[in-house]
Structure formats: structure tokens, C-alpha cells
């Protein structure tokens, strides 16, 4: 086959894996709500930097809920739609900013410096926090947490490039265990709902 072709097929094996990676982790999770974290589960061990340069790993999130996020600086539509729906919701239940965080994991290493992720993830607000690393830590971090990442070219664009990626909100408890996966399409009321219901 020629290479536009080619170009769109392998595009479309790749929404098709992104869709089906999704509805699995939807039918895995049974929708949002809390339940007890088993074998499978998403997630693990990382040693990642912080907006602030600081190297932390999931161990330094232990005793707070973990609200993780997976996105980039550059992305046009469904990051900053997300973290802005993420805020809101926090805004609309201000305790639970006492006892979870948001964090911004970058699909985008290789842009997403601490400085640039500390801007950015400042407009939505001061708790929220961003990790970034060296492609190989950010690799291994998508690999444990299950999450789609596939840089496209923007050919002709100011950008250079552009990252696809899956989007799903992870909720980690206190000690660290897999509680539930939200829709990111989740408006922010029921967003938040759903976070002040599980989170004591
Ligand atoms: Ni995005």
C-alpha cells in the first residue's frame, strides 16, 4: 500500500487500541465509585521530578489521596478542558483539597520541563502539582499506568508536534492503592460528587 495509505491504517490500529484500552479499564473499574484494589489494577513505583525539580516518587504522596492525570502543556483541547473541570470541582468542595492532591503527569518530557509545567499547572490552581522526567521514566510510567501516548507530526505547524494520548483521571487512597478511574468527560459537578463520596 502507498504511504498515505499506510499512514492511515496504522493511524486508525492506533484509535482502535487507544478505544479498546479504554473500555477495558472502564469494564475493569465498574464505572466510578471505590472498591478494593486487586491484581491488574493500574499503576506502581515511579521516580519522577516535580514542577519544582524535586525528585519524588508515589511514595511521597502516601497519607493524601492521589488524583492523577496524564496530559501535556500543548495540548489544544482535552487537557486543559480536563484540569479546568478537575479545579472546578475542587473549588465547589474545598475540603477535599485538605486531603487529596492533583498531579499532571506529562505524556510530553521532551517539552514539558518543571518550569513550563509549573506555569501551567498554576492557572488551575496552587494545589495542584506536575511531574516530568527523562523519556525512559516517562515511558515506564505510561507502561505501568496503562496509558496511550503517540506523538504525531504537525507538519507546517508552529507546534512541530502533537501528542495523542488516553485520558483517564486515576484516584489513588492514602496508602497508596488503586481506588477508581473517572471519566474525564465527567462534568465538574459530578466530578466532584463522586470524589467528596469516596474520599474521608
Ligand atoms: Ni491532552
Not at 472502564?26 to 516535580?50: E, I, K, N, Q, S
Not at 483517564?168 to 466532584?192: E, H, K, N, S, W
Request: proline share 7%; net charge negative.
Amino acid at each position: 500500500m502507498n504511504a498515505r495509505l499506510r499512514f492511515v491504517f496504522l493511524g486508525l490500529i492506533a484509535l482502535s487500541a487507544a478505544i479498546a484500552t479504554a473500555a477495558v479499564m472502564m469494564l475493569a473499574t465498574g464505572g466510578p465509585g471505590p472498591r478494593p484494589a486487586a491484581a491488574g489494577d493500574v499503576g506502581g513505583a515511579f521516580a519522577l521530578t516535580d514542577q519544582d525539580g524535586r525528585r519524588v516518587t508515589e511514595a511521597d504522596f502516601r497519607g493524601r489521596y492521589l488524583l492523577l492525570f496524564f496530559g501535556f502543556t500543548n495540548c489544544p483541547d482535552v487537557c486543559p478542558l480536563t484540569l479546568q473541570r478537575i479545579a472546578d470541582a475542587l473549588s465547589a468542595h474545598p475540603a477535599l483539597k485538605e486531603k487529596l492532591t492533583p498531579v499532571l503527569v506529562t505524556v510530553d518530557p521532551e517539552r514539558d520541563t518543571p518550569a513550563k509545567l509549573k506555569e501551567y499547572v498554576g492557572f488551575f490552581g496552587p494545589e495542584f502539582r506536575a511531574l516530568t522526567g527523562t523519556p525512559e521514566e516517562i515511558a515506564a510510567v505510561l507502561k505501568a499506568y496503562k496509558v496511550y501516548a503517540k506523538r504525531t507530526e504537525l507538519p507546517g505547524s508552529a507546534l512541530g508536534y502533537t501528542m495523542d494520548h488516553s485520558s483517564l483521571i486515576f484516584l489513588y487512597g492514602p496508602d497508596g492503592a488503586f481506588v477508581t478511574a473517572f471519566d474525564p468527560t465527567l462534568d465538574a459537578t459530578a466530578l466532584g460528587n463522586e470524589m467528596e463520596r469516596i474520599v474521608r
